[in-house]
């Protein structure tokens, strides 16, 4: 079986234009591949060959370098003077000489590895291409379809890339499955031996904001922003906003007429995840207490030195600030910043009862005999 060059150079062109590709790239993989297919064929693995080819009419033409010896010992990689002088007049010993050789086919196997070769090599040229154009996309949200679930790892088409969700990067109650159209917030491009790999997220928070950016124009114009965000997808999210505007409420514009605007946002990361949007505030223990938000604080300490909280609540607050399963000091630890501690505050002592005297002291009984005289007394009067 021989290589039909012609036949292969239209090929080429055809998956060029399909894929894309630069038709430059295109030519300096082909050319490789038929180079390598050359030496395995007419040369040696040592030679320095260089090829071209014409992919419309499928002419292959071979440069191999040699080196200009007075004696050949090794004739794939050397030349005489006498036979380099033929070729160009001034040729000297300790130079290099290109000798063109032109090439009809290539044999059986040279021709499957160079096809192999050409097609490994256009879809890694392509994935390159196509990672570049989303490098300029990461750290945005774009449309998705799922592809497979393979355990843990949810592939994604995206156009003409494809990108993985780990499950670090899922919301846990979510459940995904083939054909699902989601929006996923493009993470990263990872570069591994197998190519580059884009990496998509919906756990992550900044996910929350791209969507909030989607329902609050305010952002754009720099009205309001979010200046922090601390996520456990799925269960719940706080959320830090400020307004740059005097007389502009940064919750109510997140939140919306009627909810309107948060209500979107918790319908695409599920309803089951609550959102909590607090006001930030420069100081810190004021932004600290709006961070335990719905608790009720009575005081806070601030140790700048270790980065840590001590959040005094009374004893009826002390389940709400700390939440379902430490959650709502946990992601307000995260939104600040500090390492929060929850103390219960003492209850204040009650002041002592004041005993007030009677105008007229009543006289204690202390002995039985008195008692007994004294009940005597008061059954004969009530007789009388």
Not at 129 to 140: L, R, W
Not at 169 to 195: A, C, H, M, N, T
Not at 285 to 294: D, G, H, N, R, Y
Request: with cysteine; proline share 3%; hydrophobic share 40%.
């Amino acid at each position: 079986m021989e290589l039909d060059m012609k036949q292969l150079g239209l090929a080429i062109k055809t998956i060029a234009e399909e894929k894309n590709l630069d038709e430059a790239v295109v030519q300096e993989v082909v050319e490789q591949a038929l180079a390598a297919a050359y030496r395995r064929d007419y040369g040696d693995r040592e030679q320095e060959v260089r090829v071209t080819m014409n992919l419309n009419t499928g002419d292959v033409d071979a440069y191999v370098t040699k080196n200009i010896v007075d004696e050949v010992t090794d004739e794939f990689i050397e030349i005489s003077l006498k036979d380099a002088g033929v070729m160009r007049k001034n040729a000297a010993v300790g130079e290099t000489i290109e000798i063109h050789q032109k090439v009809e086919s290539f044999g059986r196997v040279a021709a499957q590895t160079a096809k192999q070769v050409i097609l490994q090599r256009l879809r890694e040229a392509e994935r390159e291409i196509v990672m570049a154009e989303y490098e300029d996309k990461i750290g945005t949200v774009i449309n998705g379809l799922v592809g497979r679930v393979e355990g843990n790892i949810v592939r994604m088409e995206l156009g003409k890339a494809q990108a993985i969700m780990p499950k670090s990067e899922q919301i846990q109650s979510e459940r995904y499955y083939p054909g699902q159209r989601l929006k996923v917030y493009l993470k990263d491009v990872e570069r591994g031996f197998r190519g580059p790999q884009l990496v998509v997220s919906r756990g992550c928070p900044e996910f929350v904001e791209w969507l909030f950016r989607a329902e609050v124009p305010e952002m754009e114009s720099g009205a309001v922003s979010i200046k922090a965000i601390a996520r456990e997808a799925g269960v719940r999210s706080k959320i830090a906003v400020a307004s740059s505007v005097s007389g502009v409420d940064p919750v109510g514009t997140f939140v919306g007429g009627h909810g309107t605007r948060v209500n979107a946002v918790m319908s695409e990361v599920g309803e089951q995840e609550k959102i909590d949007i607090v006001v930030w505030n420069d100081d810190l223990k004021t932004f600290i207490s709006q961070a335990l938000s719905p608790t009720k604080v009575n005081r806070v300490e601030i140790h700048e030195d270790v980065k840590k909280a001590g959040v005094f609540v009374d004893e009826d607050q002390l389940s709400i600030a700390i939440g379902k399963s430490g959650q709502n000091v946990r992601l307000a630890s995260k939104l600040t910043g500090y390492d929060i501690d929850i103390i219960a505050d003492k209850p204040v002592a009650p002041e002592a009862e004041t005993v007030v005297e009677s105008a007229k002291p009543v006289q204690k009984l202390k002995k039985k005999e008195q008692l007994e005289s004294s009940l005597l007394d008061a059954i004969e009067e009530h007789g009388e």
